[in-house]
């Protein structure tokens, strides 16, 4: 750690009690992670905001993901990192998806199913957002089937991106199959050819009656190029999570897994390193694999949350701040370090000349 600037270097704050010095880590010292915790949401935000200025104001990808316990937090989060990305000149990097709340307005649409990791995740997908009906198949038949068809176009076309259209062509496939990739088939014998016919096309307009219902999270024409593609042109997104279970919480899941995988399929960048925020997540579930690759691939890893210890998949050189809440919209922040009583107090603002 050091206490005077070097370039390039990793800004924490300026100290508290001597506002001309500002407390840095080297960018090695970064790319062994940070963790902040305390008791204060509010606090930690504010704290992870604010090292977030280092991607943002040196041109760097950053991806900021928080969970939304309500509306206030959620819009102070966005205006907060939109107006620090507007005044460094860079509001054509700045994108928001929210997935909180499946019936918010804000922020950029996106295809979900570009970011599904397997079929059965996709067939549940639709099953939890709408439940199809059984006139023609089960329940269960629905769900394997539609989990074969996104698997095939997963296996067969690996380098394109699932689309509604590609899993109901592939659901035409298995229609004329005489086998099928189930391995109970015993209600097979109770439909004749017409009614499994029938079955079949039923079962393709409820795929696209779901994606229709829920046009912002299965659009294939938006303007943001969607998370896989986040670092390759360093965008600053902010990533709005659901806080809980249910259908937005199981998205959530989904988003959350695909932006881990992006981390490990990151560019490496020989510049200033990328940044990616996990705040209030319940579970944010990192592998020692996914902190590696950050470090590798030159992305800093930054964890909030109320629990004093490091992550698991941290290693012991992971910086470590205390996040308290002193009065309002005052915070502290504490670096945990080797010297003096174990902390360097922080002042959250800060600019350097």
Request: proline share 4%; charged share 25%; hydrophobic share 40%.
């Amino acid at each position: 750690m050091k206490t005077q600037e070097t370039t390039p270097v990793f800004t924490l704050g300026r100290r508290y009690g001597n506002e001309d010095v500002y407390v840095d880590l080297t960018i090695q010292d970064a790319l062994n992670h940070i963790h902040a915790f305390g008791p204060s949401s509010a606090s930690r935000t504010d704290m992870l905001i604010n090292i977030s200025r280092n991607a943002i104001e040196n041109n760097s990808g950053l991806v900021f993901c928080q969970a939304v316990a309500n509306e206030a937090d959620r819009n102070a989060a966005m205006l907060s990192i939109m107006n620090r990305a507007v005044n460094i000149r860079r509001r054509r990097d700045f994108f928001v998806l929210d997935i909180s709340d499946l019936k918010s307005k804000l922020g950029n649409t996106f295809n979900i199913l570009e970011h599904v990791a397997s079929g059965d995740q996709a067939a549940n997908l639709f099953l939890e957002l709408t439940v199809p009906n059984q006139a023609y198949f089960p329940v269960w038949v629905s769900r394997a089937l539609i989990a074969a068809a996104g698997e095939r176009h997963l296996s067969s076309h690996p380098d394109q991106p699932l689309t509604v259209d590609g899993l109901c062509r592939k659901l035409d496939e298995i229609k004329e199959e005489t086998e099928f990739p189930l391995e109970d088939m015993a209600w097979r014998p109770a439909l004749d050819g017409k009614s499994q016919k029938r079955g079949f096309e039923f079962l393709a307009e409820y795929v696209r009656t779901v994606a229709s219902t829920h046009p912002r999270i299965f659009d294939t024409t938006s303007k943001w190029s969607g998370i896989r593609h986040m670092f390759d042109s360093r965008q600053i997104v902010v990533v709005f999570l659901a806080d809980g279970d249910g259908i937005a919480g199981w998205i959530s899941k989904i988003v959350l897994d695909a932006v881990k995988r992006a981390i490990c399929e990151a560019p490496i960048t020989p510049d200033y390193p990328n940044m990616v925020v996990f705040n209030d997540l319940a579970d944010v579930g990192l592998s020692d694999r996914e902190t590696a690759a950050a470090a590798s691939r030159r992305i800093v890893l930054a964890v909030g949350d109320q629990c004093p210890t490091l992550p698991a998949a941290f290693s012991e050189k992971a910086a470590r701040f205390r996040c308290l809440l002193r009065d309002r919209n005052e915070f502290d922040h504490c670096l945990a370090t080797d010297e003096g009583n174990g902390e360097i107090g922080l002042y959250s603002a800060w600019r350097r000349a």
